[in-house]
């Protein structure tokens, strides 16, 4: 791997064409992310990331069911989540599944853990949507336990206590996969990634580049106040939104319509005011490399970059022709451009291979920053945050 990490990530909704009106079917759905992670890895990108959702129009239910899936078919990509619901979820499951996919991927697994966006979503699996940055920091706490003690005993708010309990398998090689902290609004959430040494995973779809800004600011000084390292060793990643053609004009009205009725964004801002407002570039390759670029201008060096490519009822053979063309006209642009100036003390990409290095000669895990039973108590982050 590079020093940097790109690669697409996908929300898998269910939509219409809006050029046809034709929806696949769920089944079809499913197969086209597969089809999308398989033509990732040939097109030479290095990570694909799945998100976790429990409502129509979605269909990731079972993230870890899909990631086993691509690891059987697949050698070099780096599977991910979009979204772990670490709110929602029980952490002894996540530990479990996901030191399981650790194993059969040899690996290649990291997880990008959430509250998501879907408030509903508390109450099916019994949590209150009022709880949810508290459910976030508590269940991560357990998580951290379960992979990094073989025995735990546990007494918590918000699940049934533990006591002798070994989460099984274990983390491979003795090292948990990677965690980014992602959020697109929650500064408690960056703080929760500082104080663990861990990544953050800012979405970087939404929102004007002042708030990303402020976001990955807030998270690099208080990793810095924890001791992980100085604030340009924090370890960030940005999302972003594409769609490319070899003539700019032809990319905008081509995607206006799926823009148009997008389930999120559509009947809103119209997409010139979007593209200006936020990240979403829809131009040539060489437009995307360039406005890629500018994220070093105002979040710093940083070590992954996903994409989504693949919402809006674009059909397959679209979106696969925009992988086609990160691979070939923009990826090796944005690794030899982002190199230049890269100062030595910035970190590479979390790997598995490097993180067991790390501990094997003597050093630090990349996220053992923790105290087993401290409160991770957070400051008042409003005045850092706020416009």
Excluded: C
């Amino acid at each position: 791997m590079s020093q940097m990490q790109f690669g697409v990530f996908t929300v898998g909704d269910v939509t219409p064409d809006p050029t046809t009106g034709q929806a696949p079917s769920e089944r079809e759905r499913i197969k086209a992310m597969v089809a999308i992670a398989e033509h990732a890895e040939q097109a030479g990108l290095d990570v694909f990331a799945t998100g976790e959702h429990h409502n129509p129009p979605f269909v990731p239910s079972s993230p870890t069911t899909m990631l086993g899936w691509i690891a059987g078919r697949t050698s070099k990509l780096l599977l991910s989540t979009a979204t772990t619901l670490i709110t929602t979820n029980d952490p002894v499951k996540i530990a479990e599944d996901y030191a399981m996919l650790q194993h059969l991927a040899d690996g290649r697994v990291d997880l990008i853990l959430g509250r998501g966006n879907t408030g509903p979503v508390y109450p099916w699996f019994g949590k209150d949507i009022r709880d949810g940055i508290d459910l976030a920091l508590e269940n991560y706490a357990l998580l951290r336990r379960l992979w990094d003690e073989d025995v735990v005993d546990w007494n918590g708010r918000f699940r049934t206590p533990l006591q002798g309990f070994t989460a099984t398998p274990r983390p491979m090689d003795g090292v948990a996969p990677f965690v980014w902290h992602g959020s697109i609004r929650s500064p408690e959430i960056a703080e929760q990634a500082a104080y663990y040494g861990d990544g953050f995973f800012h979405n970087n779809i939404f929102w004007p580049k002042e708030h990303t800004q402020r976001m990955v600011a807030l998270y690099r000084r208080r990793f810095a106040h924890y001791g992980h390292g100085t604030e340009q060793q924090a370890i960030v990643g940005l999302g972003g939104q594409v769609f490319m053609r070899r003539n700019s004009q032809d990319a905008v009205r081509e995607f206006r319509p799926y823009f148009d009725n997008a389930p999120v964004y559509g009947h809103g801002p119209s997409l010139e005011e979007f593209m200006t407002e936020t990240p979403l570039t829809v131009g040539t390759p060489e437009q995307v490399v360039e406005r890629t670029l500018a994220f070093r201008d105002y979040v710093g060096d940083y070590q992954r970059q996903l994409f989504l490519l693949d919402h809006a009822g674009l059909p397959l053979k679209t979106v696969l022709e925009q992988i086609d063309l990160l691979g070939e006209e923009v990826v090796p642009v944005l690794r030899k451009e982002f190199a230049i100036g890269r100062p030595a003390d910035v970190p590479d990409a979390p790997t598995h291979a490097s993180r067991v290095a790390k501990v094997t000669g003597g050093g630090a895990a990349a996220n053992d920053g923790a105290r087993d039973d401290e409160r991770l108590a957070l400051f008042d982050t409003k005045e850092a945050i706020a416009p």
